[in-house]
């Protein structure tokens, strides 16, 4: 049983900043990309960031969602298996549920399909 547990939400001011992070825990044999997503109300889920494997302990290239790029930082720590989102210079548009995401196999044998994590509120207003 795959589980990620994403932590480090919260209420902030337009300005401050936030870091989530999202462990993977369970039977896993291997993690390809992992990312953030977030859902507004009323609106679509997207993807903030991602951050591939890179066959270091740090992970690989990175891409962002263009309305983040510069205040939002996504990294990884492959040995504990962890992502995390630094943002900072948060603006009320940014205020949605901050989904994690991890394309993994729990087998050598098994295929690649894509995990979710519970969701983590995070509220920008004054």
């Known amino acids: 049983q795959v589980q990620l547990v994403e932590s480090g939400g919260g209420l902030v001011q337009p300005g401050g900043s936030l870091r989530l992070s999202c462990a993977a825990s369970?039977?896993?044999?291997?993690?390809?990309?992992m990312g953030w997503y977030r859902q507004a109300v009323g609106k679509q889920r997207e993807l903030v960031a991602r951050?591939?494997?890179?066959?270091?302990?740090?992970?690989?290239?990175?891409n962002y969602v263009d309305s983040v790029k510069g205040r939002f930082t996504i990294s990884r720590d492959n040995a504990k298996k962890t992502v995390y989102l630094q943002m900072n210079s948060l603006k009320p548009e940014d205020t949605a549920v901050y989904y994690c995401?991890?394309?993994?196999?729990?087998?050598?044998?098994?295929?690649?399909?894509?995990?979710w994590g519970q969701g983590t509120q995070v509220t920008v207003a004054s």
């Open positions: 369970g039977s896993i044999f291997s993690i390809y990309a």
């Open positions: 951050i591939t494997s890179g066959g270091s302990t740090s992970g690989g290239s990175t």
């Open positions: 995401n991890a394309d993994l196999k729990v087998t050598i044998a098994s295929g690649r399909r894509d995990y």
